[in-house]
T-cell receptor, first 112, second 114 residues
Framework: DADVTQTPRNRITKTGKRIMLECSQT?????MYWYRQDPGLGLRLIYY???????NKGEISDGYSVSRQAQAKFSLSLESAIPNQTALYFC???????????FGPGTRLTVT | GNSVTQMEGPVTLSEEAFLTINCTYT??????LFWYVQYPGEGLQLLLKATKADDKGSNKGFEATYRKETTSFHLEKGSVQVSDSAVYFCALNPFSGSARQLTFGSGTQLTVLP
């Protein structure tokens, strides 16, 4: 089984709808991250969390919110989706003392 | 601020050709540098890293040397294979110590033809 899982893998939704993307991990890591990937722009950090009680905004947090329900779960919400939020979204985790981030397989979101 | 600039793709090579993907960075202090690889339909995986100047990271035949004087971390492989076809991302961690906010380059698509 994959260490970092994301659901759903693909989602098409309409402008104005509320969407939640979920991330679960079995690696036992405290640190979790949400990124979005756009062609030609690489990955940009949306939010990150260093433990259940710690949530921090990243580079592009406007229009997004997150919830850290448990050490293993970190959800990303789009309260009112808009077309320019169409992108590939990745969740990642890392251990406190490690340089390496472990990525999930991604969620492809299309907002029409 | 911190930034990473990568050579634009796509890059298309024949099998067994030599690969170089250029990466330069801007950062205050002494960042750690990384190359991540994204195979089709998958998330990113760490390929190699270097944490201080003159360090050479290596893995799976790929190498990159942390050059502080030229602020570069170019990825090289002497003989590419079809299975190396992927998107490659250069990234930096501006803090010494464990991974916090990674700053990524825009990615370079590599296609290797048989």
């Amino acid at each position: 089984d994959a260490d970092v899982t994301q659901t759903p893998r693909n989602r098409i939704t309409k402008t104005g709808k509320r969407i939640m993307l979920e991330c679960s991990q079995t690696k036992g890591h405290d640190r979790m991250y949400w990124y979005r990937q756009d062609p030609g722009l690489g990955l940009r950090l949306i939010y990150y969390s260093f433990d259940v009680k710690d949530i921090n905004k990243g580079e592009i947090s406007d229009g997004y919110s997150v919830s850290r329900q448990a050490q293993a779960k970190f959800s990303l919400s789009l309260e009112s989706a808009i077309p320019n939020q169409t992108a590939l979204y990745f969740c990642a985790t890392s251990a406190d003392s490690s340089y390496e981030q472990y990525f999930g397989p991604g969620t492809r979101l299309t907002v029409t | 601020g911190n930034s990473v600039t990568q050579m634009e793709g796509p890059v298309t090579l024949s099998e067994e050709a030599f690969l170089t993907i250029n990466c330069t960075y801007t950062a205050t202090g002494y960042p750690s540098l990384f190359w991540y690889v994204q195979y089709p339909g998958e998330g990113l995986q760490l390929l190699l890293k270097a944490t201080k100047a003159d360090d050479k990271g290596s893995n799976k035949g790929f190498e990159a040397t942390y050059r502080k004087e030229t602020t570069s971390f170019h990825l090289e492989k002497g003989s590419v294979q079809v299975s190396d076809s992927a998107v490659y991302f250069c990234a930096l961690n501006p803090f010494s110590g464990s991974a916090r906010q990674l700053t990524f380059g825009s990615g370079t698509q590599l296609t290797v033809l048989p």
